[in-house]
């Protein structure tokens, strides 16, 4: 999960407000005192952390609560909307049907990864994608980037062993003539800064982009607001992508003071996989970090993942061990469940390390459990008896004990279904969602 101290430490304020008898200046303080200490343990600014406490100590006692908000939620709105303010507005980035793309920023920043990753974004889209290596002064960033492009089936040109960048550009652009989506590779740091950047200018004026990216290591802390500064005077940043946010300790102070550059953060990397990359929205992130969750980000993963037909079969009540089985490997495919039971509304950010290992552990061997099934047991799980859970249990190299545990899961989960099934239809929200939610906490 991103940010996990951060994350811990905000959803502990909330609950917090939630779980007292009332609000009064005591319960404010207090709730003020964790927030500083939370930011500022995330390296957050000084002077800005002591802005936003002030901000929030005086709306939370001299507003009155909009119509239809209690007290607490009142003041949990209040933590929310001056936290989302911290790590800057906007609208988000905006998917185009055709863009030209430079990433710039310094060796180390994660660059080359990014290049991939965004270009993997777009593809998952359906724009066709190439990318152009043009950082010619580091030996192994053509390598790189076909190593991580090509199982991707991304393309990419470069021409190892070359110097000319621009040249290297220029041939490149040829190539990409049809691509809706061009990506191009530079350079990072390599002699001095000045050189650096009369290249990316250099590049700039051939290529023409319609956005400069500047990849910053969200490990960097407080030191991003400078360096977004300075490459945003000399070349014109239009986004920002913060690399390594993933329980980063300085995470929250490189988004704060990136933010108070005026340079948006566009795109943040989650993690090492090529798909733990998604665009940067202020008021969605704070509602994780909040342990709010995040149903859109939820459903959006969801459908990059679960098989069309499946959905169908759910939405008209078809769900055996097969479905099942395809569910979990869904699941799978979405990445560490802690990150995916972060964006569900009520569990939380934080999610044990030992608890997701036992149930990424769980799943898998309720997977060998389904395989060892026959074809009639898995369309049909209530034959399942005494003497046949022995005989799976005996092919899945599992105990009776797992196999009645498969089954218990198996029943909930049909119920689940069935509730989002009527959620869905009634009233047009997911009322099966805590049902889900208490199932996979409980999948341990």
Same mark, same amino acid.
């Given at each position: ?40 343990? *995330? ?42 303010? #911290?790590? !800057? ?102 002699? *001095?800064?000045? &050189? ?55 995470? !929250? ?41 995040? #149903? ?51 569990? !939380? ?6 608890? *997701? ?19 009639? &047991? ?67």
């Amino acid at each position: 999960m991103v940010l996990d101290k951060l994350g811990e430490s905000l959803s502990g304020v909330v609950r917090k407000i939630t779980r007292a008898s009332y609000v009064d200046a005591g319960l404010v303080k207090e709730v003020v005192r964790d927030i500083q200490r939370a930011l500022l343990t *995330s390296d957050v600014n000084v002077k800005l952390v002591m802005e936003l406490s002030k901000k929030i100590e005086t709306r939370a006692l001299q507003e009155k609560p909009k119509p239809g908000l209690s007290r607490k939620e009142h003041v949990i709105h209040i933590v929310y909307e001056e936290l989302v303010a #911290l790590v !800057g507005r906007g609208d988000g980035f905006r998917l185009p049907t055709r863009a030209r793309i430079m990433m710039i920023g310094l060796q180390g920043s994660g660059k080359t990864t990014s290049s991939v990753k965004l270009a993997r974004f777009f593809s998952k889209k359906g724009l066709g994608t190439y990318l152009i290596a043009c950082d010619t002064h580091r030996p192994a960033a053509y390598d790189q980037l076909v190593q991580l492009a090509e199982p991707l089936n991304i393309k990419v040109y470069g021409e190892p062993g070359t110097r000319d960048a621009v040249q290297v550009l220029k041939r490149g652009l040829e190539k990409a003539e049809k691509a809706e989506v061009v990506i191009v590779d530079t350079a990072g740091r390599h002699k *001095s800064e000045e &050189e650096l950047f009369e290249e990316m200018k250099a590049l700039s004026a051939v290529f023409g982009p319609d956005e400069k990216f500047l990849v910053i290591d969200a490990n960097i802390g407080q030191q991003a607001g400078a360096q977004a500064r300075a490459f945003n005077q000399a070349v014109g940043v239009t986004g920002v992508v913060l690399t390594k946010l993933d329980g980063s300790a300085k995470g !929250g102070g490189a988004l704060s003071a990136v933010a108070e550059t005026g340079a948006p953060v566009t795109f943040v990397g989650l993690g090492e996989g090529m798909d733990d990359f998604e665009v940067f929205d202020p008021e969605r992130f704070i509602s994780r970090l909040l342990g709010m969750g995040d #149903l859109a980000a939820l459903m959006e993963k969801a459908r990059e993942t679960v098989d069309e037909e499946m959905a169908k079969d759910f939405m008209k009540g078809k769900f055996t061990m097969t479905e099942l089985r395809e569910q979990i490997l869904a699941l799978k495919k979405m990445g560490p469940l802690s990150s995916v039971m972060s964006m569900i509304p009520g569990l !939380g950010v934080s999610v044990p390390k030992d608890v *997701s290992a036992m149930t990424e552990e769980k799943m898998s061997r309720f997977l060998y459990i389904i395989d060892s099934m026959n074809k009639k &047991e898995r369309e049909d799980p209530k034959i399942i008896n005494s003497s046949r859970i022995k005989r799976i249990a005996r092919g899945s190299g599992s105990a009776p004990e797992e196999v009645r545990e498969l089954l218990t899961y198996y029943k909930t989960m049909q119920k689940a279904i069935k509730g989002l099934k009527k959620g869905f239809g009634r009233r047009g929200g997911p009322r099966g969602m805590g049902q889900l939610a208490r199932l996979m906490r409980g999948m341990k």
